[in-house]
């Protein structure tokens, strides 16, 4: 019977499956380009709103404001959730205020803020606009909440329930609720006491499996957290990882439930922090495939000019070894071997270090501890390298003693990038700087003023 199922059933997956072929985007620009919106319509109506939003970030603005027009009153609220920022402003600027009034509609509150914060005050008020008194209400309170905090992050459309109510009780109530008013989607329902405060969670399972007359208080979930409005949404993510929660309640300041937070909000902010600290390492801030070359240009531009005073600040030690480097020429040869060798380590090391402090894995208790062995790791590998190094030192340039000094340059410079790679972004987290932002610029320029010193310096006293 199993076989029969593996024969007849689909062909495995191709790794590009969950993109949008080049056949489709041809078809879909082709019904844009012959004007014939009920063609577009029966290609659109199967796609996804994520796959559409990726169709708009990849196409061209003139084929994007097209494609729009012809679309019109199809246009979904969830595509533009799903949309990049960068041409979010865009697409809104084109939608009629009916698309955009009816789009809004459809959102739960959390996407509505999502979407609101990121806009000019003029698009803030059309959107507003478009949106029921109540609606209105909870949109306005959450927006009243600091930026990245939950209660930007958290939807007010809530399930909740009393603590002396049974399983059928719930049941009942669930069933007599108009549809309108539940989310479109809930994992739990909120158990509060009399004065709104939450005091567990259980989850439909529980509760669909479980006899009518069985307190609620008995289907309690063992792992419960609760979050105030004014926590850090990126604190409030990395709670949802670290307890494996799938939603959890949020707090005002006196500790009533005014909404919840789900997994697919605390997961959306992980991407986009984990996202984010990439970006900060290349030096690109918070960039992408849709902005324009002065916007890229812009934010690229102050971390290149420093990354040019560094490699002057590199450039100065060298200039002062000027005599060794005019007699023996070897020196110029071999010099960015070692610098190299070191920025590679130190990146490594880096890597490491910013990744375990963004998930809070390296604390005060175990810091010292990944330092040493980041600097072990650089003795053994320099170690390793310098013996390569310095036997090729022997065989290219029939010198010995400089096959020892770049030998020696290689431990030295790979024990300091293992340090200076660790270090750096923790101290630089300590002073409250965000270590993904500023530790590459500093560790390289140490990998290379230290490289440079430490061959040039060991050459100049060794070989002249």
């Not at 009920?38 to 196409?59: G, N, R, S, T, Y």
């Not at 309108?180 to 709104?196: G, N, S, W």
């Not at 531009?301 to 060794?324: C, G």
């Amino acid at each position: 019977m199993l076989d029969q199922v593996e024969e007849t059933g689909p062909e495995q997956e191709e790794p590009e499956a969950y993109t949008l072929g080049k056949r489709d985007v041809a078809a879909i620009l082709y019904a844009v380009e012959i004007d014939d919106r009920e063609k577009l319509v029966e290609l659109m109506e199967p796609l996804h709103a994520a796959d559409i939003a990726d169709l708009l970030e990849q196409i061209s603005a003139f084929e994007r404001a097209r494609l729009i027009r012809l679309y019109d009153l199809e246009f979904d609220g969830e595509i533009l959730s799903e949309l990049d920022e960068a041409i979010r402003d865009e697409v809104i600027a084109l939608l009629t205020p009916e698309v955009l009034q009816e789009a809004m509609r459809e959102l739960d509150s959390d996407d509505v803020v999502d979407i609101l914060e990121d806009l000019e005050d003029a698009q803030q008020a059309t959107i507003m606009g478009a949106l029921d008194e109540g609606d209105r209400a909870a949109v306005q309170q959450a927006m009243s909440y600091p930026e990245y905090s939950a209660g930007r992050l958290m939807q007010r459309e809530v399930v909740m329930a009393p603590e002396h109510w049974t399983v059928g009780a719930a049941i009942d109530h669930l069933r007599k609720t108009p549809e309108a008013e539940l989310p479109d989607q809930f994992y739990h329902i909120i158990i509060v006491d009399p004065r709104l405060h939450p005091v567990g969670n259980v989850t439909l399972g529980k509760l669909m499996r479980s006899k009518r007359e069985t307190k609620l208080t008995a289907l309690f979930e063992e792992t419960f957290k609760v979050f105030s409005a004014t926590q850090v949404e990126g604190d409030v993510a990395y709670a949802f990882n670290q307890y494996h929660l799938i939603s959890a309640p949020v707090v005002d300041e006196d500790g009533r439930l005014i909404g919840v937070i789900t997994i697919d909000d605390a997961m959306a902010v992980l991407d986009e922090e984990h996202e984010e600290d990439i970006l900060r390492l290349a030096g690109v801030g918070e960039s992408s495939l849709s902005d324009r070359v002065i916007e890229t240009t812009k934010q690229r531009l102050p971390w290149l000019a420093v990354n040019l005073a560094t490699a002057i600040a590199a450039s100065m030690v060298i200039s002062q070894f000027e005599v060794a480097l005019a007699q023996i020429v070897a020196l110029a040869v071999l010099m960015p071997i070692v610098a190299s060798m070191g920025g590679n380590a130190g990146t490594q090391s880096l890597t490491v270090a910013v990744r375990a402090l963004a998930t809070k894995d390296l604390t005060g208790s175990n810091v010292w501890r990944v330092i040493r062995r980041e600097c072990l790791v650089g003795l053994i590998n320099g170690t390793i390298f310098a013996i390569v190094m310095g036997i090729v030192g022997i065989i290219w340039f029939g010198s010995p003693a400089l096959g020892g000094v770049i030998a020696v340059a290689m431990v030295i410079n790979m024990v300091v990038a293992g340090l200076a790679g660790t270090g750096i972004p923790i101290v630089l987290e300590r002073v409250g700087v965000d270590p993904a932002l500023a530790s590459g610029a500093f560790v390289t320029t140490v990998t290379d003023v230290v490289g440079f010193f430490a061959f040039l310096g060991l050459a100049a006293a060794v070989l002249l």
